[in-house]
C-alpha cells in the first residue's frame, strides 16, 4: 500500500505525456491516490483521457482557468463524485509567445503582463476558492509549480518570472490562510525540462545544457524527480510542511559562480 492510499487528487495541467504534471499524476498513482484531472481544450482532451485511463481514472473535465464559471461547474461535477479533495495540483502557466523572447524590455507590454498574471499566477487562488468546500478539514494539500524566475533573472523568460514570483507570493498567503482550515499550500521550483509549456521559451536547449553542466548532480532533473517530491508533500509525511517552495533542479539553485574547466 502507497504512501496516498486513500487520498483523492486533482490534477490541473496535464498537456502531454512529458508534462511535469504527467509525472505528478505517476507518482500519485503508483502510491495509491485515486485521479481527476482536467485538460485546457479539446485538442488535449484526447491525452488527458488515455493519461487518465492508464492510471484508472474516468474523471476528466474541460477546464478554462481564465473562467470563474468554468472553475466552478468542475468542482460542482467533482463533487457530485467525491465527497472531497484531499490534494489539489496547479501546473498551470501561461504568457503569450512574444513575451517570451528576447530582452524583457523589449518584449512586456501592458497585456501580456496581464495575460501571464491572470493564467499563472491568480489563477491559484481561484482554483482554491472553489475548492475550499470540497478541501477544508481533511488534512488536505495544495501544491503549485514555479521556476527559479520567480527570484532570478533568466534570459527570455521575462514577465513569466514575475508571474511566477506572483504565484510564489500567492503560496504563502494560502498557506496562512488555509492552515487553520487543515489545507497546506506549498510549491516546487523545478529545474528546466523540456515539457509542451518550455519550449516557447527562447533558449530552451542553451539552458538545459548549462544547467547539466553547472548543477552538482550534473544531470537534468526529470519530471519523474519533481513527481516523486510532490508524492511526498502531498501526502501526510509532510503534514508539518506548508508554505514553503522545494527546489527540485539538481541543486542549480545554489550555485553562485560557474568557472570553465581549462
Same mark, same amino acid.
Given at each position: 500500500m502507497?504512501?496516498?492510499?486513500?487520498?483523492?487528487?486533482?490534477?490541473?495541467?496535464?498537456?502531454?505525456?512529458? /508534462? #511535469?504534471?504527467?509525472?505528478?499524476?505517476?507518482?500519485?498513482?503508483r502510491?495509491?491516490?485515486?485521479?481527476a484531472?482536467?485538460y485546457?481544450?479539446?485538442?488535449?482532451k484526447?491525452?488527458?483521457?488515455?493519461?487518465?485511463e492508464? &492510471?484508472?481514472? %474516468?474523471?476528466?473535465? =474541460?477546464?478554462?482557468?481564465?473562467?470563474?464559471? %468554468?472553475?466552478?461547474?468542475?468542482f460542482?461535477?467533482?463533487?457530485?463524485?467525491?465527497?472531497?479533495?484531499?490534494v489539489?495540483?496547479?501546473?498551470?502557466?501561461?504568457? @503569450?509567445?512574444?513575451q517570451l523572447?528576447?530582452?524583457?524590455?523589449?518584449?512586456?507590454?501592458?497585456?501580456?503582463?496581464?495575460?501571464a !498574471?491572470?493564467?499563472?499566477?491568480? /489563477?491559484?487562488?481561484?482554483?482554491?476558492?472553489?475548492?475550499? @468546500? &470540497?478541501?477544508q478539514?481533511? %488534512?488536505?494539500?495544495?501544491?503549485? &509549480?514555479?521556476y &527559479?524566475?520567480?527570484?532570478?533573472?533568466? @534570459? !527570455?523568460?521575462?514577465?513569466?518570472?514575475?508571474? +511566477?514570483?506572483?504565484?510564489?507570493?500567492? #503560496?504563502?498567503?494560502l498557506?496562512?490562510?488555509l *492552515? @487553520?482550515?487543515?489545507?497546506?499550500?506549498n510549491?516546487i521550483?523545478? *529545474?528546466a525540462?523540456k515539457?509542451?509549456?518550455?519550449?516557447g $521559451?527562447g533558449g530552451?536547449? +542553451?539552458?538545459?545544457? !548549462?544547467? =547539466?553542466?553547472? /548543477?552538482?548532480?550534473?544531470r %537534468?532533473?526529470? $519530471?519523474?524527480?519533481? *513527481?516523486?517530491?510532490?508524492?511526498?508533500?502531498c501526502?501526510?509525511?509532510? /503534514?508539518? $510542511?506548508?508554505g514553503?517552495?522545494?527546489?527540485?533542479d539538481?541543486?542549480?539553485? $545554489?550555485?553562485?559562480m560557474?568557472?570553465?574547466d581549462?
Amino acid at each position: 500500500m502507497g504512501f496516498m492510499a486513500g487520498k483523492r487528487a486533482l490534477i490541473v495541467g496535464v498537456a502531454s505525456d512529458r /508534462s #511535469i504534471a504527467t509525472g505528478i499524476a505517476e507518482a500519485f498513482a503508483r502510491e495509491g491516490a485515486e485521479l481527476a484531472f482536467t485538460y485546457q481544450n479539446e485538442k488535449l482532451k484526447r491525452r488527458v483521457d488515455a493519461l487518465a485511463e492508464r &492510471l484508472g481514472s %474516468n474523471m476528466t473535465y =474541460e477546464l478554462d482557468v481564465a473562467s470563474d464559471e %468554468n472553475i466552478a461547474a468542475v468542482f460542482d461535477a467533482i463533487g457530485e463524485k467525491w465527497d472531497g479533495i484531499d490534494v489539489l495540483v496547479h501546473s498551470v502557466g501561461f504568457a @503569450p509567445r512574444e513575451q517570451l523572447d528576447g530582452d524583457f524590455i523589449d518584449a512586456v507590454d501592458r497585456e501580456g503582463f496581464r495575460i501571464a !498574471h491572470d493564467i499563472s499566477a491568480y /489563477s491559484l487562488a481561484a482554483l482554491a476558492k472553489a475548492a475550499l @468546500p &470540497l478541501m477544508q478539514g481533511r %488534512n488536505s494539500a495544495i501544491l503549485a &509549480l514555479s521556476y &527559479l524566475g520567480a527570484v532570478k533573472a533568466v @534570459p !527570455h523568460y521575462n514577465v513569466m518570472g514575475l508571474a +511566477k514570483a506572483s504565484l510564489e507570493a500567492c #503560496i504563502r498567503f494560502l498557506a496562512m490562510d488555509l *492552515g @487553520p482550515r487543515g489545507i497546506r499550500v506549498n510549491g516546487i521550483s523545478a *529545474g528546466a525540462i523540456k515539457t509542451l509549456a518550455a519550449a516557447g $521559451i527562447g533558449g530552451l536547449r +542553451k539552458m538545459l545544457a !548549462h544547467m =547539466e553542466k553547472v /548543477s552538482p548532480i550534473r544531470r %537534468n532533473v526529470t $519530471i519523474d524527480d519533481v *513527481g516523486n517530491t510532490a508524492a511526498f508533500l502531498c501526502s501526510d509525511l509532510a /503534514s508539518g $510542511i506548508t508554505g514553503e517552495i522545494t527546489y527540485v533542479d539538481g541543486g542549480y539553485n $545554489i550555485i553562485g559562480m560557474h568557472l570553465d574547466d581549462d
